[in-house]
């Protein structure tokens, strides 16, 4: 009996070892599915305010507005107004005569009309649009000017009707005075007449005059905005007092011809056809500015 119930003892035991590593398999089992349970659900949760900020932060298409005509001048993202003073000394100048009475003109031309043998380049300088239009539109009544020396020669002020405003060389296009900007049609009209060319500055010139004086083969130079773009016009007070109109992107161009429906215009050497509403809406920003031959 003691040798049979000794038998059964150790077959027990053996017996409960094998229950016990079976038991302690399953629990090892269940809490390693829970943990990894527990993990997917962490990385769940985790996931969810990502999910929601993603969604937060979704912005609206933006509105474009898209400016017909022509495109000849890219506006440099890098254009945007800046603190930055000119670093020419502001002199004491004597204002440049800009007429602003437009005589009456006699409608006489015909209906569409181009000039023949002009050309020109693309400006040397950054914002040297002014001093290259006026070289190229020396150029064609038999003047030859370089442009570095038309610019150098430039007188400087704070107010772009008296003098060329700010640092020519700049890439900084799209600001208004004092900080750099150009020059308005009075200072480069008095410029070229140093070269004994007939040049006048006029404000509120017209479409009927601007033709007229194409149809003569007499090209002009004109204020605009950009590409034929509008920007809104800005009263300026200068250090001494005075008030200008200016306008963010102020550029120049030489009309070269027209028909009943576009303007044509030479810019840094290209020419484009603009429709003529585009064309004044753009010009108007500055007052119809020109210089002419007269």
């Given amino acids: 009996m003691t040798s049979k119930n000794g038998f059964c003892k150790i077959k027990y035991t053996h017996s409960m070892k ?93 209906e569409s009309h181009y000039i023949s043998g002009i050309g020109g380049h693309s ?54 005075p004092p900080y750099s900007y150009g020059v308005h049609a009075g200072p480069i009209a008095e410029a070229l007449r140093a070269y004994d060319l007939p040049a006048v500055a006029v404000k509120g010139y017209t479409l009927d005059e601007v033709k007229q004086k194409l149809a003569e083969d007499k090209p002009i130079i004109a204020w605009i905005i950009g590409n034929l773009e509008y920007s809104e016009p800005v009263e300026y007070v200068d250090k001494a007092g005075n008030t200008v109109i200016v306008a963010p992107y102020e550029h120049v161009v030489i009309l070269t011809g027209y028909n009943a429906e576009s303007i044509r215009y030479m810019n840094n050497g290209k020419f484009f056809d603009a429709p003529t509403e585009v064309f004044l809406t753009s010009w108007a920003v500055l007052g119809n500015m020109v210089v002419i031959y007269e």
């Fill in 123 to 176: 400006q040397y300088y950054y914002l040297s649009c002014e001093s290259s239009a006026a070289v190229d539109w020396a150029w064609f009544f038999g003047v030859n000017i370089y442009e570095s020396t038309f610019q150098a020669d430039m007188p400087r002020s704070d107010n772009p009707d008296l003098g060329y405003v700010g640092d020519f060389t700049t890439r900084k296009w799209g600001q208004i």
């Fill in 18 to 110: 094998s229950l016990r590593r079976i038991l302690f398999i399953v629990v090892v089992l269940v809490l390693g599915s829970m943990l990894i349970m527990g993990c997917e659900s962490r990385v769940e949760l985790q996931d969810e305010p990502f999910e929601k900020q993603a969604e937060s932060v979704a912005l609206p298409e933006p509105a474009i507005q898209v400016t017909t005509g022509p495109s000849p001048v890219m506006v440099s993202p890098t254009a945007e107004p800046t603190s930055e003073p000119s670093p020419y000394p502001v002199e004491d100048l004597k204002v440049s005569e800009t007429v602003e009475i437009t005589p009456t003109v006699k409608v006489d031309y015909p």
